[in-house]
């Protein structure tokens, strides 16, 4: 069945940088686009960011555009999330989600459990 | 970006009530809509996707409906687990908002 295992979260300082991995399993991961979704401290849902299946192109919020870069590997069935210039804002879990189209139409149908990053002096 | 409202923001419901959540997008997104259930301290879950196709798993008490603008999530008669946080969903642009989600408590 699907994994997706995130890891790299921590406790960092505001400025500083981060690299997320998730890696992935149970499914052909390079014909699949993927999402990060993150979520503050009990509050709602984000949508961070999202590179199709070939890395050819990739999107993010406004909240990180030029902060944060997705990447991914196929070669290692791993996707990652480069954060740099971290705010206290940016504290959250961290989801990595795998994307499918039905008729065309997205949804992020498999999830990982999330890392938790902190952003904190 | 998109804008995507739900209504009620907290919903108190007993076993076996039927209930429905608002979903309310800022333009239209046609049926670029999906819902997710989150329980504490775990990932969310894609329950519907298209704004009424089940996902794989689910119990038939879930269903979906809507276009355009407005978009309704119903349970037909609420089980224990079903108590949870549910999110809508845009996928027509890609910002792929969520809404602001609706908590289902125990009355």
């Known amino acids: 069945q699907v994994q997706l295992l995130e890891s790299g979260g921590g406790v960092v300082q505001p400025g500083g940088s981060l690299r997320l991995s998730c890696a992935a399993s149970?499914?052909?991961?390079?014909?699949?686009?993927m999402h990060w979704v993150r979520q503050a401290p009990g509050k709602g849902l984000e949508w961070v960011a999202f590179m199709r299946y070939d890395g050819s192109n990739e999107y993010y919020a406004d909240s990180v555009k030029g902060r944060f870069t997705i990447s991914r590997d196929n070669s290692k069935n791993t996707l990652h999330l480069q954060m740099n210039s971290l705010r206290a804002e940016d504290t959250a879990m961290y989801y990595c989600?795998?994307?499918?189209?039905?008729?065309?139409?997205?949804?992020?149908?498999?999830w990982g459990q999330g890392t938790l990053v902190t952003v904190s002096s | 970006d998109i804008q995507m409202t739900q209504s009620p923001s907290s919903l108190s419901a007993s076993v076996g009530d039927r209930v429905t959540i608002t979903c309310r997008a800022s333009?239209?997104?046609?049926?670029?809509l999906n819902w997710y259930q989150q329980k504490p301290g775990k990932a969310p879950k894609l329950l519907m996707y298209?704004?009424?196709s089940l996902q794989s798993g689910v119990p038939s008490r879930f269903s979906g409906s809507g276009s355009g603008t407005d978009f309704t999530l119903t349970i037909s008669s609420l089980q224990p687990e079903d108590f949870a946080t549910y999110y809508c969903?845009?996928?027509?642009?890609?910002?792929?908002?969520f809404g602001q989600g609706t908590k289902m408590e125990i009355k």
């Open positions: 298209a704004a009424s």
């Open positions: 149970g499914f052909p991961f390079s014909n699949y686009g």
């Open positions: 969903q845009q996928s027509y642009s890609m910002s792929y908002t």
């Open positions: 989600a795998k994307d499918r189209k039905v008729a065309g139409k997205p949804s992020l149908d498999s």
């Open positions: 333009q239209s997104i046609t049926t670029y």
